[in-house]
């Protein structure tokens, strides 16, 4: 990257492949209403349907611009980063993460706090359930896929959250080696 290529994002929302992306099936419900049997915060009224509050919330940010950012031909990303980024070579470096703790080698990739902070309803955080990891459920499904919808990483990662197993893990870790060998640009 180049420098300060966090503080330029705010002039490259245009490029955001996840901007309006979301190709997923909108829920008709709230899962935490329907997992409770009964409101899980105040009932209002929106498009003549009752709804509770979180909910209201929920869909509102479904139409917001993306969580997550990914841009085609990111300008901030020099000719050596792109190179580091399509071979995984950049990853390298997580492997100390990984030998001192800090990480495991599978589990939801970890998010700049800027992204972390959009994810904190009910419906989303169930991925900070899992560990922190190198490689994961989305990376083996979709890396480099251009039509991977943020709803569908967010699934994702709360699928793996939810139902991390030593046999998943294995499974992933065996599909790793295929993704890194993609010619796609991630």
């Known amino acids: 990257m180049i420098p300060d290529a966090d503080k330029k994002m705010s002039n ?8 309006g992306a979301n ?7 709230c899962p935490d209403c ?3 049997g ?5 009932i209002m009224f929106s498009d003549n349907k009752k709804i509770c509050e979180n909910f209201h919330f929920f869909l509102q940010d479904l139409e917001k611009q993306g969580i997550f950012f990914k841009a085609k031909d990111d300008p901030r990303i020099s000719k050596v980063g792109k190179f580091l980024r399509n071979s995984s070579i950049d990853e390298l470096p997580q492997l100390i993460n990984i030998l ?10 970890p998010l700049p ?3 972390a902070e959009m994810l904190t309803t009910d419906s ?8 922190a990891g190198l490689t994961g459920l989305w990376q083996v499904t979709k890396r480099g896929k251009k039509d991977m919808s943020e709803a569908e990483r967010i699934a994702l990662d709360n699928n793996y959250a939810l139902n991390h197993s030593l046999l998943l893990d294995i499974k992933i ?4 080696f295929p993704a890194l060998l993609q010619t796609e640009n991630v």
């Open 38 to 42: 009964s409101p899980c915060s105040p």
């Open 124 to 131: 989303r955080a169930f991925r900070f359930l899992a560990p």
């Open 113 to 115: 706090l800027y992204e």
């Open 34 to 36: 329907k997992r409770l």
């Open 173 to 176: 870790i065996l599909k790793t």
């Open 23 to 29: 190709t997923l099936e909108i829920p008709t419900e």
């Open 100 to 109: 001192k703790g800090d990480m495991s080698l599978v589990g939801n990739r």
């Open 12 to 19: 490259m929302t245009h490029l955001n492949l996840y901007a």
